[in-house]
């Protein structure tokens, strides 16, 4: 999971140096925990959570180039922590679509800086934050109903990352790699961001771990409803499938999920939307690709919009979609990074002491 550049130091401290749950104990320093051994599949039960990050790039090209910079992290997360069996970021048709800003008062970072220097930021001040989204400093004295350059004209697109850690070593260790952290600086990229972005939490995290999360993110936390799991243990897997639904309420009790849905899953959560209003996600990591009885039992629950992520060519899910009644809200294969689920998730056991 990102977090804000200037806070890593000290995140990384609180994690190396106040990790006290059962036998595990974090390396002293940065530089011990580069070079522990990585690779675990073992891990405690009871301390699994989710992270599901909403963020809002500034356009497409902004949008690529995150999802460059998370492969990268996923790629050291993959290889050094197979407990963190979900690790998967996407471009996220699921949203109304936003308006292109036209006019200087309608771009987010003009129009933030302009009022800044209206109530008495220093003019060097504003114009440096500019610059880091790569901004001409002329355009902080248009008019605000003045058009934009036509390269300013940019739609939003949002990008939305889902993390599965199954206790607080898997947590600490999948950032502990010189790739990943070189990574997770492009990653913090402010011309990358339109706004903080949005983060849910579920699940049971330590209260170490809670410690450092919650200052930095400000997570909204939602409650697990008690017939889903966070992470059940596949005993195969072949052709993993992420399944994204939304439905029109606002209420997570209204969404029934069908036990033989829920039977499918590693993990299955449902929690209110908290960008969209009146609407709950639903996600689901199937440790294979549902047939169409599954589909049929969740296209029941009248979903209003979704996405799915397949291995391989996508044809077969697409035809199934179609016989389910649901690929006119679906999109499929979408644009993405990541794993939906590690390859070693059978072999992951769950323990009450680490091996030596």
């Known amino acids: 999971m990102a977090l804000p550049r200037d806070t890593k130091d000290v995140i990384l401290d609180l994690a190396l140096h106040t990790m006290t749950t059962r036998t595990y104990k974090a390396p002293a320093s940065m530089s011990a925990l ?190 697990m409803d008690p017939r889903l799991s966070l992470w059940r243990a596949p005993t195969s897997t072949e052709r993993p499938a992420f399944v994204s639904l939304d439905f029109a309420t606002c209420d997570p009790a209204q969404v029934a999920v069908p036990p033989l849905w829920a039977a499918l899953c590693t993990t299955c959560v449902v929690f209110q939307h908290p960008v969209c209003d009146g609407r709950t996600r639903l996600l689901s990591v199937l440790a294979h690709a549902p047939d169409l009885a599954a589909l049929q039992s969740v296209a029941a629950l009248a979903p209003v919009a979704g996405q799915v992520h397949v291995d391989g060519p996508p044809e077969d899910m697409v035809a199934l979609l179609e016989a389910a009644g649901l690929s006119s809200i679906i999109e499929v294969n979408g644009e993405a990074v990541g794993h939906v689920l590690h390859e070693r998730a059978p072999e992951l056991r769950a323990v009450a002491s680490y091996s030596e």
């Not at 599949?41 to 998370?70: N, S």
């Not at 939490?201 to 771990?209: F, Q």
């Open 34 to 223: 580069l070079a522990a051994p990585k690779g675990a599949t073992e891990h405690y039960d009871g301390e699994a959570f989710l992270l599901h990050v909403f963020w809002r790039a500034p356009d497409l090209d902004a949008a690529r180039r995150l999802l460059a910079a998370l492969a990268a992290c996923a790629r050291a997360t993959h290889r050094d922590t197979p407990c963190v069996p979900t690790y998967f970021f996407r471009l996220s048709p699921m949203f109304p679509p936003t308006p292109v800003a036209l006019t200087a008062g309608e771009h987010p970072w003009l129009s933030g800086a302009v009022k800044k220097l209206q109530v008495g930021v220093h003019r060097a001040a504003v114009e440096a934050d500019l610059r880091k989204y790569g901004l001409d400093m002329d355009h902080l004295d248009l008019s605000p109903h003045a058009p934009l350059p036509e390269s300013l004209q940019r739609s939003p697109v949002w990008v939305e990352f889902t993390e599965v850690y199954l206790d607080e070593r898997a947590f600490i260790e999948h950032a502990g790699s010189r790739d990943y952290l070189d990574a997770y600086g492009r990653i913090m990229d402010p011309a990358c961001m339109l706004g903080a972005p949005t983060t849910m939490r579920l699940g049971d995290p330590v209260e170490s771990v809670v410690a450092i999360l919650e200052p930095i993110l400000k997570e909204r936390v939602a409650p």
